[in-house]
């Protein structure tokens, strides 16, 4: 008997037993009342791998009279669409076909035009996958023709039945009864990182490897440890996952939660991406600190440059400095609506000559010497005098306005007073 790998030996056969998407496939589930009408229409499935996109294809398959034709983007060409379209309408596809197609985001835009014509007249009932945001990854006019349905990742706690299941069909393979230690399923649930495939993956090879005592196979939470480790990440620096995990992080800095900023931090560590966390932390400090704690930006630099002297592990602890100073630092977003505002009137075209008072002298051309009338500072008490700075066609613009924070408070009635305004 040929091998069978207990990923597709423990596949669901209805949508009863597909693992999590509840909300789309729950008893009032848009997506379950789709598939029990029979009345299939273009879909594309979005979401993590492992996630039962494939699966819920196959059940689709299985109520409709249509052949089904499988092709992966990562390989097929159009010359593999041609094929399938000239079977419609002979003997072997009367009614048109079902093409599944992972991994759609592969196909060009040439090849995903390809299936238009047969989307619309009904004759290819499209079914697509995609690991990536589809309304990046597909085509506008494909994208269009079809209904997306989100397929999320999956908890440790949904993952539980099928890993005994998986469990099961392992002892009845190898003859015996399956003895696993206290924490061994929990922990191939939350290391497969809500994907069913990883997990069943574990379980075969754990079980296999499993040594025997008095006809009991015995799986140990160590041997499970090592057979499941990191498997829980879910990244990919051009998917959704890195942007998604970056984001969260700036806003976590943002929203003044350490706990939920840390998270963030290990995930991409975990991934051995520091640089993307560096990024961020460096941004927050000037776009969401700011004036508040200019400090923050010299700190922040500093654990900065210590993690890239010392390297993974160790740089794990100024990036987790850094990160705490931010979330727990005063906030302030002045600076970064001051610069956004002056950038708007100039790219908006006000800009207007600049005053005399300010300009260079030194560059006036022989003979063209004028007067300037620059008013040193300097000389003048508080080391300030009044002068025009703007452009006249720009004066009395204001793009800085005090944070609310007691450090640009404390400057705002530093200068009221020296500027004598109310």
């Known amino acids: 008997m040929a091998y069978r790998p207990l990923a597709d030996e423990i596949r669901p056969q209805s949508l009863d037993e597909v693992v999590g998407q509840s909300h789309i496939l729950g008893k009032d589930g848009l997506l379950r009342r789709i598939v029990e009408g029979g009345n299939i229409p273009n879909l594309i499935f979005y979401g993590p791998s492992g996630t039962g996109k494939t699966t819920v294809a196959n059940i689709i398959a299985q109520r409709t009279n249509r052949p089904l034709h499988r092709l992966n983007a990562t390989t097929a060409s159009i010359s593999d669409i041609k094929d399938i379209m000239a079977d419609i309408g002979t003997l072997l596809a009367p009614e048109g076909v079902l093409l599944y197609l992972d991994e759609i985001q592969y196909f060009n835009k040439k090849q995903q035009q390809s299936l238009l014509e047969f989307m619309e007249d009904g004759r290819i009932t499209l079914i697509a996958s995609t690991t990536e945001n589809p309304f990046f990854a597909v085509f506008g006019a494909v994208l269009s023709r079809a209904t997306v349905f989100e397929f999320k990742q999956i908890t440790a706690q949904e993952v539980l039945p099928a890993i005994d299941r998986g469990?099961?069909?392992?002892?009845?393979?190898?003859?015996?009864?399956?003895?696993?230690?206290?924490?061994?399923?929990?922990?191939?649930?939350?290391?497969?990182?809500?994907?069913?495939?990883?997990?069943?993956?574990?379980?075969?090879?754990?079980?296999?490897?499993a040594r025997r005592e008095q006809g009991k196979i015995l799986v140990t939470l160590d041997d499970a440890q090592t057979a499941a480790q990191k498997s829980a990440m879910r990244y990919d620096r051009e998917g959704d996952a890195h942007f998604d995990i970056a984001s969260a992080l700036m806003k976590s800095l943002r929203g003044s939660d350490p706990d939920a900023a840390l998270h963030y931090?290990?995930?991409?560590?975990?991934?051995?991406?520091?640089?993307?966390?560096?990024?961020?932390?460096?941004?927050?400090?000037?776009?969401d600190i700011g004036m508040a704690y200019p400090m923050a930006v010299p700190i922040v630099k500093a654990c900065v440059d210590n993690a890239l002297q010392l390297g993974l592990p160790e740089a794990r602890l100024p990036l987790a400095e850094a990160v705490i100073l931010l979330a727990t630092a005063p906030k302030s977003n002045?600076?970064?609506?001051?610069?956004?505002r002056a950038m708007a009137d100039v790219r908006s075209g006000k800009v207007g000559d600049i005053p005399r008072e300010l300009q260079n002298v030194h560059a006036d051309?022989?003979?063209?010497?004028?007067?300037?009338g620059y008013k040193y500072p300097h000389s003048y008490p508080h080391h300030w005098v009044e002068?025009?700075?703007?452009?006249?066609?720009?004066?009395?613009?204001?793009?800085?306005?005090?944070?609310?924070?007691?450090?640009?408070?404390?400057?705002?009635?530093?200068?009221?007073?020296?500027k004598k305004k109310p």
């Open 387 to 418: 002068q025009q700075y703007l452009p006249y066609d720009l004066a009395g613009a204001a793009y800085y306005q005090y944070g609310d924070n007691k450090t640009e408070q404390a400057a705002k009635r530093y200068w009221d007073e020296i």
């Open 167 to 209: 469990i099961a069909i392992m002892g009845e393979r190898l003859g015996g009864q399956v003895v696993c230690e206290d924490g061994v399923r929990e922990h191939i649930a939350s290391a497969c990182g809500g994907d069913v495939r990883k997990a069943m993956n574990a379980i075969e090879l754990l079980l296999n490897a």
């Open 365 to 372: 051309s022989a003979g063209m010497e004028r007067e300037q």
């Open 334 to 340: 002045s600076a970064c609506m001051a610069i956004d």
């Open 265 to 287: 931090l290990a995930r991409l560590l975990e991934a051995g991406d520091m640089i993307t966390a560096i990024r961020r932390i460096l941004c927050s400090a000037s776009e």
